[in-house]
């Protein structure tokens, strides 16, 4: 299953561009500090959906620096429930989401041991598995039944862990569609960046180096299962 690829979005009043240095809100592992009001905005960054490309580019918008007093960056955590401020998300199909963060902890814990060990037993982990489609293969049995250990396995992984229905699922049934400033989809990141907060021109840093991606039918088919809430949210996402 593709990702649904209509997704509503809603536009900003188009402003006047020019280059801005917007200093966005360091991420709070605690609580949020928020007035609750429409000049302010949280901007949900999902791993491995293009949040740090996104990042770069609110730094650089006029658009959001004049429309919203304040941007609060919600990352690692889920995103406050509010009544009146606005919320702008960016969204990835999931499968492919997840592809990505297997092979970027791959990258940084495997191929250049950069973080090797930031997580106990994750470097053990990933020698384990050949590819995310190794790992996907082995969640369930012939007979559809959970193979737990798998399982357990797969959500090790936090990047993977906290997709679009860990940030989304509770958000989207208290919040009005009203609040929904802006949905940017990953595969049409850039295009969505110029369209929605108006800059032409960012840096982003944040590559992920080519990896393994095919999958097989089993796996695919595991996959859609297994992540079942991340596409859930995404089709609440579009019904609102």
Known sequence: MKLLSILKHYAPTPLVQFWNQYKIDKISKKTFNFSDKK?????????KCGGQTLHYAIKSSVALNKKFRIIHRVHGQKPPIAKNAMYLIVVRNPIDRVVSAFNWRKHLVVETNKQRNRFKGEYQLLLR???LDDLASKLYDDKGCENKQAI???FF????RAGPGYYLKDLLELISEKQIFAVLVQNNLTSD???YLLVEDFNSKHVTPPMPTSLTNISIRNL???LSDDYLSLQRLIDM
């Open 152 to 154: 357990d396995d797969f």
């Open 193 to 195: 960046i110029k369209k």
């Open 39 to 47: 000049d302010e905005l949280f901007y949900i960054h999902i791993n």
């Open 224 to 226: 859609k299962r297994i």
């Open 129 to 131: 598995y050949n590819s």
């Open 157 to 160: 992984f936090s990047h993977i």
